[in-house]
């Protein structure tokens, strides 16, 4: 009996943590997985957790990126993600892949908008990372990628970052040179182009 309660005050207390600590869900591909980097700390996730824990803001942050990922794939792994973290906020930056796959635009947009309605149907607030093609893959093409994002932010209203590589995709010294995937020296750059949309969405700190 006196096992019995102790497991019952570990499993009330874990239960306890776990309210008490706002999730914020990262939903991404190779950008948010740190792709070619040596080691995950170096990623801009990671160094997401370090500046939220240095402001004062309680939030634990779920890496739940994949290297790869397609929107389709995002779509069906989300609901799951969702049920484990419970978030209070989901960053989805997905759609990179799509683009470079010349998958149909209109089914990222249809992927995307579902992912944001089932964010919010579960309760969080949502932050849209926009991506842009190369070059080459033609201005029109471009184009059309880019009003995808803008479709979903008017239709869903999510906070929003037009681009996640601004500053950072045409600067050589701070890309891999596969040209993708930016390098260790890149990775504060990530965080600086989300921080301003996510803040607004972060409350207050949890200390002054």
Same mark, same amino acid.
């Given at each position: 009996? $006196?096992? =019995?309660?102790? &497991? =019952? =005050?570990l499993w009330s207390a874990s239960v306890s943590a776990?309210?008490?600590?706002p999730v914020i869900l990262v939903f991404g591909d190779s950008i948010s997985a740190g792709y070619g980097l040596?080691?995950?700390?170096?990623?801009w996730v990671a160094m997401l957790q370090a500046r939220l824990k240095a402001q004062g803001y309680?939030?634990?942050v779920v890496n739940a990126s994949v290297s790869g990922e397609t929107t389709a794939g995002g779509l069906a792994r989300l609901p799951r993600a969702l049920a484990l973290h419970h978030p209070r906020i989901v960053i989805l930056e997905l759609g990179g892949n799509d683009g470079l796959r010349a998958l149909p635009i209109r089914e990222m947009r249809a992927n995307l908008s579902q992912m944001i309605d089932l964010s919010v149907e579960s309760?969080? $607030?949502? =932050? &849209? &990372?926009?991506?842009?093609?190369?070059?080459?893959?033609?201005p029109e093409y471009g184009a059309h990628f880019a009003q995808a994002y803008a479709e979903i932010v008017r239709d869903k209203g999510p906070a929003f970052v037009p681009f996640l590589l601004k500053d950072i995709a045409l600067s050589p010294d701070l890309m891999q040179s596969d040209g993708i995937h930016p390098n260790e020296a890149g990775q504060p750059r990530l965080l600086d182009n989300v921080w301003p949309a996510l803040a607004p969405l972060l409350g207050q700190p949890a200390r002054h």
């Open positions: 009996m $006196k096992r =019995l309660f102790v &497991l =019952l =005050l776990n309210v008490e600590t040596p080691r995950v700390e170096q990623g309680g939030y634990g309760g969080a $607030k949502v =932050l &849209l &990372l926009g991506m842009r093609m190369p070059p080459n893959y033609g």
